[in-house]
């Protein structure tokens, strides 16, 4: 393979502007992990304390293999809502006995572990990723239920959860619930539809409806332990198939499930077991993505820190070079590469990505797509030349693709460029994003100025004059919004990535990605649809 050469200079003005602006948005997004990681505040932290049970990332902790990394998904779930940052809940990929697990976590913390529209979307969505890699799904559940004052957007698609569940199951995705409290109303039906479940005395309370509503609905008048009790439903309705003595008990008879499952990989092995590390220090990723979203970067020096041995073989290094596009390996597994050398995209780019995209397919190799573009190229010439069919072979392909695809946002990724880029509504397997990048239709001064121009055509239209001042403040305004909406926290605090990651733990992310996905079988599609050429 071809090693890399770096031309970074990390003395130069230009890389410690870079690095700055980036430490900036990195202390923004710490400040927003603080808020997930505080749940629902001291005083409540400090009362869950005080009745003997562990927070949810203690339960997670316990649960996993020492030593072990766990990648912890949407983070920042809710960030600027309305609701908690992390919405209430904690997912991520762990291993457990030597197996990687999806792990769900209510946080009973926050309004006792209530489902509200972001929990339940953040759910799902961990839901869809152990469904799509084979990953077993381990439920740590202490929960109200819906969140009553949101039910009308929770109600009808919070459902989707239990058919998941089900779903899994039928695809011999092995599901584990361990109830620490309550499981109440629709959330009774997490322990009731996984394949193993565990109860702890004194402690779980699993029913449909609590005594209070019983009483409301029948007459009848009972009590927790008799409704829906560990010792009654491990003993009575045989939906326990275990009873715990105590919380790390629980996590324990969850341990012994996983180590029973029988589990293995469906996907190959890392073609090298033992690989080396990138030649350039991966600190130096901090300087290199652009502060000014406007200036382009050599995606090629972030291979050169990502990449092992920082070797990388360029496919069609002369054409379309505005895209990069080769192979390589990362942490042992073979990967080809899309990266976005300058922002816009022409239609020989266009037209080497569908092919290297079908090569990739053939060689049942997954793909990484780098996104730092501004979108496809417009203009006169540009038409004229087929933008639009080029364009369209490069999302054909990608839509077609049957390769695992893993996405990571390094700068800008607007307009159909996020498409051809393999962005959320293209479903990659996992898609994250560097704390400096930002996604929208188009940028904020472009869209402003769109904006103007049809106001000023419409004034012109009905013979008015066009007021310079309002237009002004308009603009202002616009940009202002759209700074706001297209930024990396705002996006992942609704759930359209996977969550904001610091630039130096790129690599890592990747391969516990790379490790995950193989749990189930890498193959390439055996077509695609019709390309217009």
Known sequence: MTVLQSTIDPSAPAFT???????????????????????????????????????????????????SPFLELSPV????????????????????????????????????????????????RAGEIAAANRLPMVNLVESAGADLPTQAEIFIPGGRVFRDLTRLSAARIPTVSVVFGNATAGGAYVPGM???????????????????LVKMATGEVTDDESLGGA??????????????????????????????LNWRKHGPPPRNPHPLPPRYDPEELLGIASADLKVPFDPREVLARVLDDSAFDEFKPGYGTALVTGWGELHGWPVGVLANARGVLFSEEAQ???????????????????????????????????????????INAVSNSKVPHLTVNLGASYGAG?????????????????????????????????????????????????DEDTDTAMRMMVEQQIESQS???????????????????????????????????????????VFRM
């Open 77 to 124: 779930a809710a960030y600027g809502t309305d609701f908690p940052v992390g919405a209430s809940t904690v997912t991520g990929i762990g291993v457990v006995e030597g197996v990687e697990c999806l792990i769900v976590a209510n946080d009973p913390t926050v309004r006792g572990g209530a489902i509200n529209p972001w929990s339940l979307a953040k759910t799902r």
């Open 231 to 260: 010792k009654m439903h491990a003993t009575t309705s045989g939906l326990a198939d275990f009873l715990a003595e105590d919380e790390r008990d629980g996590i324990r008879l969850a341990r012994q499930c996983v180590r029973r």
């Open 17 to 67: 502007a870079n690095r700055e602006a980036l430490l900036e948005r990195l202390a923004e997004l710490e400040t927003a992990l603080d808020q997930a990681r505080a749940g629902g505040g001291e005083k409540y932290v400090t009362r869950h304390h005080g009745r003997g049970k562990l927070l949810p990332r203690e339960r997670i902790e316990l649960l996993l293999d020492p030593d």
């Open 487 to 529: 930024g990396a926290l705002f996006l992942s605090g609704r759930l359209y990535d996977d969550g904001v990651i610091d630039p130096r733990d790129t690599r890592t992310v990747l391969g516990l990605c790379l490790s995950a996905i193989h749990n189930g079988p890498v193959k390439g599609a055996d077509g695609f649809g």
């Open 418 to 466: 996020n498409y051809g880029m393999c962005g959320r509504a293209y479903e990659p397997r996992f898609l994250f994003t560097w704390p400096n990048a930002k996604s929208a239709v188009m940028g904020p001064a472009q869209l402003a100025g769109v904006l103007s121009i049809v106001a000023r055509q419409a004034a012109a239209a009905r013979g008015r004059e066009y």
């Open 194 to 212: 996984s394949d193993f479940t565990i109860m702890i005395r004194d402690r779980s309370q699993v029913y449909l409806a609590g005594p209070p």
């Open 352 to 394: 080497k990505a569908a092919q290297f995209i079908q090569l990739a397919n053939a060689a049942d190799t997954p793909l990484v797509f780098l996104q730092n573009t501004t979108g496809y190229m417009v203009g006169t010439e540009y038409e004229q030349r087929g933008i639009i069919k080029h364009g369209a072979l490069m």
